[in-house]
């Protein structure tokens, strides 16, 4: 499993606007539906899923970073959007910090391996402080995949 298995330089967003939990949820979903990533007839689906996932508990994982994602029987293989703030966005993370960089993820929903390694492989990058520094700073979709890229790289060979 590799990022560009589930993520390419067409599924990076950049500036997201809300300011706000759900705000975000929508603004991820309606973004995977324009780039093509899901049909818009699940668009409310996938929001429900995100929603009812985060109720659970927050995909807010600390240090600027969050993974809302969930599985539903009507999406047909794993895809994936990788979303900034540039403002950051209250998202009830667990240390109590703004969120700005996110990764949103769904998979069918009887299939958890390929889930569970691509949320485990972009845990392992956000782990680094030095990775989501540079994620806030890129540029443009390009420099920010191309990003994803090398911490894939170093950390996976």
């Known amino acids: 499993m590799k990022i560009e298995d589930f993520l390419s330089e067409n599924s990076i967003v950049y500036g997201?606007?809300?300011?706000?939990?759900?705000?975000?949820?929508?603004?991820?979903v309606a973004a995977m539906v324009e780039k093509g990533l899901i049909s818009a007839d699940l668009e409310a689906d996938c929001l429900e899923?995100?929603?009812?996932?985060?109720?659970?508990?927050?995909t807010g994982t600390g240090r600027g970073v969050a993974f809302p994602h969930a599985r539903l029987d009507e999406v047909s293989k794993l895809v994936g959007v990788?979303?900034?703030?540039d403002n950051g966005v209250e998202f009830d993370a667990i240390d109590g910090e703004p969120v700005y960089l996110f990764f949103c993820l769904f998979s069918p929903k009887d299939e958890s391996t390929e889930h569970v390694a691509a949320l485990s492989r972009?845990?392992?990058?956000?782990?680094?402080?030095d990775w989501c520094r540079f994620l806030r700073s890129g540029k443009s979709a390009r420099e920010i995949f191309e990003l994803l890229l090398e911490a894939e790289e170093e950390y996976f060979g």
């Open 16 to 28: 997201l606007k809300s300011r706000d939990k759900e705000g975000v949820l929508r603004e991820l």
């Open 122 to 129: 972009i845990a392992k990058i956000m782990r680094s402080p």
């Open 82 to 85: 990788f979303a900034r703030s």
């Open 49 to 58: 899923a995100l929603v009812l996932r985060e109720n659970l508990g927050s």
